[in-house]
């Protein structure tokens, strides 16, 4: 059975001009019923015919207070979430959001090519990818390393761009559980032309599918 997820693009802060083109690459990805939203009254309703949310690149306050509590019962209940790149620079006054993705934006140098050191190739997002994958992105720093409180599957080499801010130790892709649900995390996915990009597919596809529990791990 195909899972079904929905894919929310609502920004209340900075937008990337790339959601577009996000949006349609999820689409493309097969595997998945996609819905696409940004109409956060639909975040109100029952989630539980989705396999997955995806909250792609959203940014500042997203949710009503209806929605904060229908997502965290959702979550809690087994329901599967993913977010990609801007989806840590959302809901801040939110504490219950910030410890379901596992870290918060704190900033990022200039977007530059750098290098991803895949740490873990036991999960299904980082399962095709090379040891070292050279990739253009902004590389972003987080307020709080998750190490400890998530499984880290990839990390950048700061040695790789200028500006990194979090040193030899950088998370940029992890998962953990919520209760009973999943959770997946890429900071990856700035710009269009990352969507386009076979590896970083591979990577996005892999993430929802275990977010939704169609890929083991």
Do not use: K, N
């Not at 792609?56 to 019962?73: D, F, I, K, M, Q």
């Not at 979430?81 to 990022?108: I, S």
């Not at 130790?169 to 990352?194: I, K, M, N, S």
Request: net charge negative.
């Amino acid at each position: 059975m195909t899972a079904r997820v929905l894919v929310y693009t609502r920004t209340a802060d900075y937008r990337h001009d790339s959601i577009e083109d996000a949006v349609a690459a999820v689409r493309g990805l097969g595997g998945f019923t996609v819905d696409h939203t940004e109409d956060p009254t639909v975040m109100e309703a029952p989630l539980e015919g989705y396999a997955a949310v995806v909250f792609l690149s959203t940014s500042g306050e997203v949710l009503t207070p209806a929605g904060r509590t229908r997502l965290a019962a959702y979550v809690e209940a087994g329901g599967g979430f993913a977010g990609v790149h801007a989806a840590a620079c959302t809901e801040y006054d939110w504490p219950y959001y910030g410890e379901l993705l596992g870290a918060r934006f704190a900033r990022h140098p200039a977007y530059q090519p750098g290098r991803v050191l895949t740490e873990d190739h036991g999960h299904p997002a980082t399962r095709a990818l090379p040891a070292r994958w050279d990739f253009t992105d902004e590389w972003y720093d987080f307020r709080v390393s998750p190490r400890g409180r998530v499984r880290v599957l990839a990390v950048a080499d700061e040695s790789s761009y200028t500006g990194g801010g979090m040193g030899a130790d950088h998370p940029l892709v992890w998962c953990r559980e919520q209760g009973a649900g999943r959770v997946f995390y890429t900071a990856l996915g700035h710009a269009a032309e990352a969507y386009t990009d076979p590896g970083f597919r591979a990577h996005l596809r892999g993430g929802i599918a275990w977010a939704a529990r169609s890929a083991d791990q």
